[in-house]
Nanobody, 118 residues
Framework: QVQLVESGGGLVQVGGSLRLSCAAS????????MGWFRRPPGKKREFVAG????????SYSDSVKGRFTVSRDNAKNTVYLQMNSLQPEDTAIYYC???????????WGRGTQVTVSS
C-alpha cells in the first residue's frame, strides 16, 4: 500500500522559514516525479513545486519562485520543501504528490497545515 506522509508544518511568523518533509513507502520512489501542492483557505488546490525522479530538474509556481526549494533524497524515499521568507498568502494545507510518468499511478498525502501569521 502506497503511503505519503507529510510533516514539518506549523505556525510561523511573516518572514520565517519551515521545512516540509514527505516520506513515501510502498512504491519505487526513485521512479516517481514528486510534487508539492497547496490549498489556501477557501481556494482550490494549486501547484507549488515539482522535482523529477533524478532530482536534476525542478519547477516552481511564480508565487514561490526564489523563496521555496524542492529537493529529494532517493535513499531515504523522502522529498523536501524548504520554505523561506514566508508570507500570509502562503498559509495553506500543503500536500505531497507522487506521479509515475505516462501511467495511471498518482498518489497524494493527507497534507500538513502551514499558517503564517502577520
Amino acid at each position: 500500500q502506497v503511503q505519503l506522509v507529510e510533516s514539518g508544518g506549523g505556525l510561523v511568523q511573516v518572514g520565517g522559514s519551515l521545512r516540509l518533509s514527505c516520506a513515501a513507502s510502498g512504491l519505487k520512489f526513485s521512479n516517481y516525479a514528486m510534487g508539492w501542492f497547496r490549498r489556501p483557505p477557501g481556494k482550490k488546490r494549486e501547484f507549488v513545486a515539482g522535482i523529477r525522479w533524478s532530482g536534476g530538474s525542478t519547477s516552481y509556481s511564480d508565487s514561490v519562485k526564489g523563496r521555496f526549494t524542492v529537493s529529494r533524497d532517493n535513499a531515504k524515499n523522502t522529498v523536501y520543501l524548504q520554505m523561506n521568507s514566508l508570507q500570509p498568502e502562503d498559509t495553506a494545507i500543503y500536500y505531497c504528490n507522487a506521479d509515475l510518468f505516462r501511467s495511471p499511478y498518482n498518489y497524494w498525502g493527507r497534507g500538513t497545515q502551514v499558517t503564517v501569521s502577520s
